[in-house]
């Protein structure tokens, strides 16, 4: 079941991803141990977001709502229901007293979190909402979607003062800069745009992508981003410059959702993929370059860690052993297999079940009606 987005908790201490499997899961930063799973949902979780303490998080569906949990006892606090379709992205205000959502029903809804009610529909949009940010203040939100535009809303006047247009094809992702200055979007006609937020101009446009752009996040200090793609890749960029720092290829799948932690010291990105894949990768800059190293990754509950050998292992495919070394795997297996069936791999004295490349299935009916990556 793909993943269909990843956050990482602003205390640093664990990852929580949503999918198609109407579960939200949460993992353990360091070692990448599953831990509470939440249900509640009857159709995908589409998105997810962290209050800004960390002590709340809020889920939106394709059941067309939207659910509130306190997560020390894991318990729901509100179920919030107004939408008419999909819930794609939801996002906190700063101040965690808000939330704002982005439907397929075209429309933005902001909800008071502390009773859970509808404060405000922003209309406006000709197509699907796929994301929203709230400004630093709170004041504005910016959304993105299937009309190919970014509009910038008054959130006390209820209505739009701006539309961003650049970008040739749909927008999947809007994030605001951490200074608040700036916005990127990703978008599925394979770029990423950086946006001046008061003059409403694009400054620049990222390429390198050779496919739809999925996903886009800053780094906590705003000089870096993290994008995915269903190129099966994540790229990391210079903000200033819009230079491509660091390339990790050989994903399974499309990339859905990144990540970046927001916790003091660390400097970590989460991706979440089409394949069902959480994995968390450590950023090391080294002057003007970045490497990328797997710290550990998750696929439907089977974990794998960097380190782990395959040297002499007999029965993998070169599918299997691209992902593995790309993963953090070392030494070279005895044998490749030419067939794409399952495979048992053991390395390390420990079992990883490893899949090798299948058709992507095309379950839900966003994918049906747009060839969602």
Known sequence: MGVMSVKQSPKGDYVASCSKDVSTRFWDVKTGAIGRILGGHTETVCSIAFSPQGDFIATGSADHSIKL??????????????HSNWVNGIVFSS??????????????????????????????????????????????VASGGLDNTVRMWDIEAEDWYDILVDHSDWIWEVVYSPQGDQLATASSDGTLKLWHVESGKCTLTLTGHSGKVLCVVYSPQGHL??????????????????????????????????????????????????DGSVV???????????????????????????????????????????????RGAIGEPERLLCETDRQLVTSNDREMEQYSDSPTEHVEHQDEQRNDP
């Not at 949990?69 to 107004?82: V, Y």
């Not at 210079?238 to 970046?260: H, K, L």
């Open 69 to 82: 949990w306190e997560l020390e006892a894991g318990t729901c606090l509100h179920t919030m229901t107004g």
């Open 95 to 140: 101040q965690g007293d808000r939330l704002a959502s982005a439907s397929e029903d075209w429309t933005v809804r902001i909800w008071n979190v502390a009773s859970g009610e509808c404060l405000s529909v922003l209309s406006g949009h000709t197509e699907a909402v796929m994301s929203v940010a709230f400004s630093l203040d709170g004041s504005k």
């Open 225 to 274: 981003l993290a994008s995915g793609s269903d190129d099966k890749s994540m790229r990391i960029w210079d903000v200033a410059t819009g230079q491509c720092r660091a390339v990790v290829e050989n994903f399974q799948g499309g990339i859905r959702s990144v990540s970046w932690s927001t916790a003091p010291g660390t400097n970590y990105v989460t991706t979440g993929g089409r």
């Open 280 to 326: 968390m990768w450590h950023v090391i800059e080294e002057g003007d370059r970045c490497s990328v190293q797997m710290c550990w990754t998750a696929t439907s509950g089977i974990l794998a860690t960097a380190g782990s050998s395959i040297q002499d292992v007999r029965g993998l495919t070169e599918s299997n052993r691209q992902l593995l070394k790309q």
